[in-house]
C-alpha cells in the first residue's frame, strides 16, 4: 500500500505533572481554574497516538494530519506535532468550542475530519491527560461509523490492512481491520520521538489551517458548551479531615491502656 493517510487528535492540557494543588474549582462556575503560569503540553496520550502515526509514516510512508480543538491554542505547544514530523496542523480554535463535553468534541472533531476527507487511520489517544473521559475517539468513530480499535500497543500497514496488537488485561490481541478505522492508542507503543532542529525549523515556518464553526458547517450553538449534551451538576475536590489525638499516660503502659479503652471506645477493639 502506497502510503496512507492518518489524522491524530492531539489535545493540549494543563501541563498534568503540576502538583494538584495548584489547581481550584470555581463552585461558581462549576469550571477548574489553571494558574497562569501552569504550561500547556500535548496530552501524553496523544503524544503516544502520533509516534503511532510516525512509525507507520517511518515504514509505509505516507501523510500526517494533526488536528486539535481548543480555544487559545498556544502554538510553540501545538506546532511540536510539525517538529516532530506531522505534515500538517489543523486547529479548531474558537471560543465557541470553550466548555464542551465528549460529544460536543467528538462531533466537532468528526465533522472537520469529514472536511479533511481522506484517511486510513484516525489516531486518538485511549484517554485525554485532563478528565479521562476515554470517550472522544469512540464518539468519533460511531459519528463516522468506521471501526474502532481500543488500547492499542503496536499498529502496522499488512496486506492494505491494519494490522493492530491491543492490550487486554493477561497480555495482547492481535486483530486486523480494513480501512478507514480508528484506533486509541496506550503508553506501550512508546514515547513520542525528540523533534530534529532541522524539523523544529521547518515547523517554525509552516502556519497551522484554522477553523471556526462555519468552517465546517457547524452553528456556534452545536459546539462547544452550547453543543453539550451533558449537564454537569457539580464540581468538587473532596475534602480529606484527619485529626490526630496523643494519648498521655504518666508511663509508656499507661499510655497503653489508654489507648486500649480509647480503641475499645471507637470499636475498633
Ligand atoms: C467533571 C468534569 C468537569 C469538567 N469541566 C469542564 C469545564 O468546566 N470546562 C471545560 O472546558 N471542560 C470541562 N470538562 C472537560 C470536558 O468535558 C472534556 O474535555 C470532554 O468531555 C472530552 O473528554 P476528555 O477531555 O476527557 O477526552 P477523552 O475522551 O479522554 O479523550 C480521548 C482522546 O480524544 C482526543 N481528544 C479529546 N479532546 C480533544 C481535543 N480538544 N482536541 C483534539 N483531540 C481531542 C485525544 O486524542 C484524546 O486522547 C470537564 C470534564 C469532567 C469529567
Redesign the pocket.
Given at each position: 500500500m502506497p502510503g496512507v493517510n492518518m489524522i491524530?487528535?492531539?489535545?493540549?492540557v494543563p501541563d498534568p505533572e503540576a502538583p494538584p494543588s495548584v489547581f481550584k474549582v470555581d463552585p461558581a462556575?462549576?469550571?477548574?481554574t489553571v494558574p497562569p503560569d501552569i504550561k500547556p503540553v500535548i496530552?501524553q496520550?496523544?503524544e503516544f497516538?502520533l509516534e503511532a502515526a510516525l512509525k507507520i509514516k517511518d515504514k509505509t510512508g505516507g501523510k500526517i494530519v494533526t488536528?486539535?480543538?481548543?480555544n487559545n491554542l498556544v502554538r510553540d505547544v501545538i506546532k511540536k506535532t510539525l517538529a516532530v514530523g506531522s505534515d500538517e496542523l489543523v486547529l479548531?480554535e474558537d471560543e465557541a468550542?470553550?466548555?464542551?463535553?465528549?460529544w460536543s468534541?467528538a462531533y466537532a472533531?468528526a465533522t472537520a475530519i469529514k472536511k479533511i476527507g481522506e484517511y486510513d487511520f484516525i489516531?486518538?489517544?485511549?484517554?485525554?491527560s485532563?478528565?479521562?473521559?476515554?470517550?472522544?475517539?469512540l464518539?468519533?468513530a460511531e459519528i463516522l461509523e468506521v471501526p474502532a480499535v481500543t488500547l492499542a500497543r503496536k499498529v502496522e500497514v499488512s496486506d492494505g490492512k491494519a494490522k493492530i496488537e491491543r492490550v487486554v488485561p493477561d497480555g495482547y490481541e492481535v486483530v486486523e481491520v480494513a480501512f478507514p478505522v480508528l484506533i486509541?492508542v496506550t503508553s506501550e507503543v512508546g514515547a513520542l520521538r525528540y523533534a530534529a532542529l532541522k524539523g523544529i525549523m521547518a515547523a517554525a515556518k509552516k502556519q497551522p489551517t484554522i477553523w471556526k464553526p462555519g468552517d465546517i458547517g457547524l452553528e456556534p450553538a452545536q459546539v462547544g458548551?452550547a453543543g453539550r449534551r451533558?449537564k454537569?451538576n457539580k464540581?468538587f475536590q473532596p475534602v480529606k479531615e484527619a485529626r490526630c489525638e496523643m494519648i498521655e499516660g504518666e508511663t509508656p503502659a499507661e499510655a497503653g491502656a489508654n489507648l486500649a479503652v480509647k480503641l475499645r471506645q471507637a470499636k475498633i477493639l
Open positions: 491524530v487528535c492531539c489535545k493540549q462556575s462549576n469550571r477548574m496530552g496520550y496523544e497516538a488536528l486539535s480543538l481548543g479548531l468550542f470553550e466548555g464542551g463535553d465528549s468534541t472533531l489516531f486518538c489517544g485511549r484517554q485525554s485532563d478528565w479521562d473521559a476515554g470517550q472522544v475517539g464518539g468519533i486509541t458548551a451533558t454537569l464540581l
